[in-house]
């Protein structure tokens, strides 16, 4: 399911009766016995209003909902408020709106990713790769193999291909979308869990795309296990800019290996919580 995070701010206030409702999109009143209520961009509220709330943020469920789909909005509140996000909801005929607090975004976002949710931020989407989109990841693979060892000749690359086609139909393979073509790519191993490789185009770094790309990862990674990946040694030049990503992401440098006959370096985020042990029986007293 994709979810649009929409650029503009927005308020929430009640309105005295009679106030005329602004003209434009994302635009939402209701009236009950009791109150007016709006809801629409900060720059088109109007001024008289009888109380106000601004620094919104809102996203939506892309497409046209079957009013027969159950607990979708219920299930995002749920990850939203696992985060400590609280939220405004509301319903229109073809689908759901959710708000959240501008300061809340980037989490709301991060939980929404790591719970499967694709999401779609500032012109980028990140999703699951599909089939039609190999030609696109394969440009962007061409582009930077340059960071990649084993991937210097065509019949790698083919092979490369294969393997992300693999991936693609295990849903196991992530991509970020901006301007028509992929702009990042991360290929995962649930079975070894293992994020394989991870990279993004050279014109979109600094856009916290691998950063949301890993967060989406988490979603289909077993967080009571491991996670290894394997990236340059520290002395490598090519090792600064993903040997500190990683870190960020909480993982720490490990032994030294090679890949491709490469030297690398392997480097483990711990396991972000154990199995629980199996409830003991609780002795019932009748009164």
Known sequence: MLIEFLPQSFTAAKLP???????????FFSRTDSENSLICPTADMPTAVTAREDGWCGMRIV???????????????????????????????????????????????????????????????????????????????RDVRGNFPGLETEEALAAHRRTVEKFINRRTAIRAKADGRIIGVLLFSPNRNLLCCMAVDPAYRR??????????????ADSERELTVSTF?????????PRAFYEKMGFRPDELTEECGYPVQKFIRPAEKQSRPPAKPVACTAL
């Open 233 to 241: 040694r520290e002395n490598d030049p090519l090792g600064i800019a």
């Open 17 to 27: 009766h009679g106030t005329p409702i602004p003209e434009g999109e994302f635009v």
């Open 63 to 141: 497409g046209q909902l079957d009013f027969s789909l159950l607990g979708i909005l219920a299930r995002i509140a749920a990850v939203l408020a696992e985060a400590e996000v609280g939220i405004l909801a509301l319903s229109t005929y073809d689908t759901d709106y959710i708000f959240v607090k501008l300061e809340n975004s980037a989490r709301a976002k991060e939980a929404l990713l790591c719970a499967g949710y694709e999401i779609r931020a500032n012109g980028v989407e990140i999703g699951f790769g599909t089939p039609e989109e190999i030609c696109s990841w394969m440009s962007l693979v």
């Open 207 to 220: 856009r916290h795309i691998a950063q949301d790309m890993f967060a989406l990862m988490r979603s289909v």
